[in-house]
């Protein structure tokens, strides 16, 4: 059996005028391209290499980390809040975590050194699973912060660093605004407008 095959040739290939058009229209078209790339501060390639390379950024990107926390604004400085990471499997209560304070300062709440204890299970926070749950212990000094920067709190027998919570803020804002780019450089190789997210 077999199949009919189109001639290479065809009408339009050998009239010259209409492959001059069509010629024109071609540069015309990368012209155009070339000239919102530059407009957009992208090197100047061919779209559908830009746009592979922006998908796989993207891609790359989520798989290198699947979860990271939205802002909707910067985050405010809190020179005074202290951060402690602790796994999910923990399950710690404020109690424990309050003792532990006390320990390393007798009657911390009364004496006013420690203002609130609050927890953040991070996994809820941003959508998924895998992430360390966080609490957050805000000090009404700087000599109890520092002190409790260099000692860390001892639960269960096992001892917990604390970190300024707004090191660890800075970080996931660093990553938001990182994901919130790429993202943005995809919807716009797509031609799609960016969304309330970006």
Known sequence: ??????????????????????????????TLEETQAR????????????????????????????????FPVP???????????????????HLEVLEALEAEFPGAM?????SSIRFENMNVICGTAGRRDRWLITVTDFQTRSRLLRSGLRLRGLQHPLVRHDELLLGDYRLHLRRSLVRRRMLEALGAEPTEED
């Open 110 to 114: 009364e004496s006013g050194r420690v």
């Open 75 to 93: 985050p405010a400085a809190q020179p005074l809040c202290l951060c402690m990471e602790t796994s999910p499997e923990e399950d710690l209560t």
């Open 1 to 30: 059996m077999q199949h009919e095959v189109e001639p290479l040739c065809s009408s339009t290939m050998g009239n010259p005028s209409m492959h001059r058009e069509a010629g024109a229209l071609l540069v015309d078209l990368e």
């Open 39 to 70: 407009s957009l501060g992208r090197p100047v390639r061919s779209s559908k290499q830009y746009l592979r390379q922006v998908i796989a950024e993207y891609e790359a990107l989520d798989r290198e980390l699947p979860y990271i926390r939205k």
